[in-house]
Each structure stands twice: as structure tokens, then as C-alpha cells.
């Protein structure tokens, strides 16, 4: 079955930097866009990044565009999300996503599998 396993959470500092993974399994993974999504204590899941199939188009929600970087590695069926100069409000459950290539043009939705999440949390 489809796994999604994310990693590299933690406590840090505000302006400190974090690397969150994802690993997939059970997946063609080049037939997948990945994305990643955040949610805080009571607020709604939302949206913070994503990467078409290819890795040739970047997508960012305007709170994190700047500081936050997405990537993959098609060759370990891995997703990296690099997230510097960090802020209390980037305070929240992070969670990878895959969903199947060419599904539509709204990297924000339509999402498929979804990984258990890793906290992430920065200190003021």
C-alpha cells in the first residue's frame, strides 16, 4: 500500500532553519505531484508547497514563498522541504501529499495519499 513518511521535525528557534523529508512507498513516484500542507492547533489544514511530477514547477503559499524551498529525489522516491528564517506561525503538524500528475492545475487540492505528519515547532 501507499506509505508517505515524513521526518525532520523539531523545536527551533525563530530565524533557525529546518529540513523536513518525505519518503514514498508503494507508488510510481514520477507519476505523482507532491505537496506538503501544515496544521496549527486549531486551525484548518493548509496549504504551503508543492512539486509538479518532474520537478520542473515549484508552488508556494505566500506566507512561506522566500523562505521555503521544495524538492525531490525521483531516484529515492524522497520530497525535501528546507524551511529557513522560520516564525512562530510556521508553528504546526507538517504533512506530505501525493496526488497523480495532470489531475488539474490547483497544486492545492485534490490530493490523494497523505502521510501522519511531523511537528514542527518554532519558539519566539
Known amino acids: 500500500q501507499v506509505q508517505l513518511v515524513e521526518s525532520g521535525g523539531g523545536l527551533v528557534q525563530a530565524g533557525g532553519s529546518l529540513r523536513l523529508s518525505c519518503a514514498a512507498s508503494?507508488?510510481?513516484?514520477?507519476?505523482?505531484?507532491m505537496g506538503w500542507f501544515r496544521q496549527a492547533p486549531g486551525k484548518e489544514r493548509e496549504f504551503v508547497s508543492a512539486i509538479n511530477w518532474s520537478g520542473t514547477s515549484t508552488y508556494y503559499a505566500d506566507s512561506v514563498q522566500g523562505r521555503f524551498t521544495i524538492s525531490r529525489d525521483s531516484a529515492k522516491n524522497m520530497v525535501y522541504l528546507q524551511m529557513n528564517s522560520l516564525k512562530p506561525d510556521d508553528t504546526a503538524v507538517y504533512h506530505c501529499?501525493?496526488?497523480?500528475?495532470?489531475?488539474?492545475?490547483?497544486?492545492?487540492?485534490?490530493?490523494?495519499?497523505w502521510g501522519q505528519g511531523t511537528q514542527v515547532t518554532v519558539s519566539s
Open positions: 508503494g507508488l510510481t513516484f514520477s507519476r505523482y505531484d
Open positions: 501529499a501525493a496526488r497523480p500528475k495532470y489531475i488539474n492545475n490547483d497544486y492545492r487540492i485534490e490530493y490523494r495519499y
